[in-house]
């Protein structure tokens, strides 16, 4: 059975910084484009960043350049997003999704397996 398992969410004041991780079990993804994606109360999930299998290639959603950062460790079979000078604008619960594809990654139906996703809040 595939998971995938975030973790590293919590609170954390406006400026301040997290780490989350993606820890997948079941298969290896080390050959598979890998995402973040988030979503705020009353919101629909938006992208945040995509990372390809072999790391080489990023990107990020606008807003998002220059404080976030997408990391794989495909020996761990692990994904992270370093998240820094958070805004409370930044508040969402955070999913990570993997094998993407079907389609641009910067799409979620374009990903084959999702997680339960964990909270990011932010405080002012």
């Known amino acids: 059975q595939v998971q995938l398992v975030e973790s590293g969410g919590g609170l954390v004041q406006a400026g301040g910084s997290l780490r989350l991780s993606c820890a997948a079990s079941?298969?290896?993804?080390?050959?598979?484009?890998m995402g973040w994606f988030r979503q705020a109360p009353g919101l629909e999930r938006e992208f945040v960043a995509f990372?390809?299998?072999?790391?080489?290639?990023?990107d990020y959603a606008d807003s998002l350049k220059g404080r976030f950062t997408i990391s794989r460790d495909n020996a761990k079979n692990t994904m992270y997003l370093q998240m820094n000078s958070l805004k409370v604008e930044d508040t969402a619960v955070y999913y990570c999704?993997?094998?993407?594809?079907?389609?641009?990654?910067?799409?979620?139906?374009?990903?084959?397996?999702w997680g339960q996703g964990t909270p990011v809040t932010v405080s002012s």
């Open positions: 999704a993997a094998d993407a594809s079907r389609g641009l990654p910067t799409l979620r139906e374009s990903y084959a397996y």
């Open positions: 990372i390809s299998w072999s790391g080489i290639r990023t």
């Open positions: 079941g298969r290896t993804f080390s050959r598979a484009t």
